[in-house]
């Protein structure tokens, strides 16, 4: 083939590997090509592995061209939230304290991405134990934004966002606790989706709060994160939290039209509750027109309070961290960077009430999103407040300062997809909108987000830095 290959899609790469035009060789080489010239920048990789990959990309084009290739993502580069676990390659959270740590055994999920045929290129940075960041005072750097390294690329899942973005590789998991795959989603550029609770095993994924905690893929396009997500999904009997439920063909509607959809936009969420920039509200108001132009109807929806889902959603992940890492704290607390150690110990400072009362306010929450959403096919509303701001300049408190507009959706368990709606006039920065659907109905999200993608220009436009 011609051209740059780190510039495909996931579905692009895999139509030229199974008519023999692109070799997974010749990808992986190239995804390690711009790896070692941009990774001295962006900082995207904890543990990169490139011999790995290489054998592992030999294996899939001899297996390809015997039998032809097992599914879409058979020969496919992806890197891995480095709190994933990995047979034989150290698996850290980013932490000091865990720097040593070699798991014997796979994730679930990355058991799941190997049969796919995915090649995996590494461990990529996080904030710390997905919490802490972007730290300076870790190991490694915390990873840079491809469309701006003065930039963050929010967390936690960062190197996930930077890698995806500059074409490192053509995915990425990430895992999403109250924000973690759809802000660096948002920030990079990306399509992001964190599942329905349940529908992705989290057995072998480091913890931080089990009952708010998603797996879930990070990609350039929709089309790529229902793929992706694909080769993840399976039930785990081993994992008492992932639902055994039939499993649909994500891409199954991505090319059915969207005519007569409900949308029910959240306007408090990004207009009042937590007001967004103006180029951030300015893109919410195209995505609107543009699914009007595509036939949906448009209904504006109220939920509770913003700060509602914040609250509780903060108690419960504050008070579910520290029971996890309680021991550790008071034991080494100078293996912590500073932001993680500081966001962890705050919920020592929570009593058992408060987590009881968090966890009732849950189900009243839950119950009002769920009525709130009978005639809606999807809610839309921002996935980030705001561009990407400067990395030296993130509050370590930001998350308490003002309540987090992806929160409510792993408060209530929702599949919540972000995708880029533009960039800011001026910078650049992409900006981004969530679509969130009922439970176990990705294949309508994906539907819709892939509908919006197809009818805008967004997706031709990559990071500046791609280009030097």
Known sequence: MTGDPTLLTIREASTLIAERKLSPVELTKACIARTEALDATLST??????????????????????????????????????????????????????????????????????????????????????????????????????????????????????????????????????????????????????????????????PLSQSLDHAGPMCWTVEDAALMLQAMVGHDPLDPACADVAVPDFTEKLDETVKGKTIGVIRHFHETDHEAAPPVLAAIEQAIAVYRSLGCVIKEVTLPPLMDFAAVGLIIMSSEAFAIHEADLRATPELYGEIARDRISMGGLLTGADYVQALRRRQELCAAVAEAMIGVDVLLTAGSPFPAQPIDNVPKWLMYQKPSITMPFNVTGLPALALCAGYEPGTGLPVAMQLVGHPFAETTVFQLGHAYEQATQWRATRPALLAA
Request: aromatic share 6%; glycine share 14%.
């Open 45 to 206: 990789y904890v543990a990169f592995t490139p011999e790995l990959a290489l054998d592992a990309a030999r294996a899939a084009e001899a297996e390809i061209g015997t039998s032809g290739p097992r599914g879409p993502m058979h020969g496919i580069p992806v890197g891995l939230k480095d709190i994933y676990d990995t047979a034989g390659v150290a698996t850290t959270a980013h932490s000091n304290l865990l720097k040593s740590r070699v798991p014997a055994e796979d994730a679930f999920t990355v058991t799941k991405l190997r049969e796919s045929g995915a090649v995996i290129t590494g461990k990529l940075g996080t904030f710390e134990f997905a919490i802490g960041g972007p730290s300076f005072d870790l190991f490694t750097l915390p990873a840079r934004n491809p469309w701006d390294p003065a930039r963050t690329t929010g967390g936690s899942s960062s190197g996930s966002g930077a890698a995806v973005a500059a074409g490192m590789v053509l995915g990425a998991t990430g895992s999403d606790t109250g924000a973690s795959i759809r802000s660096p989603s948002s920030l990079c550029g990306l399509a992001g989706i964190k599942p329905t609770y349940g529908l992705l095993s989290r057995r072998g994924i480091l």
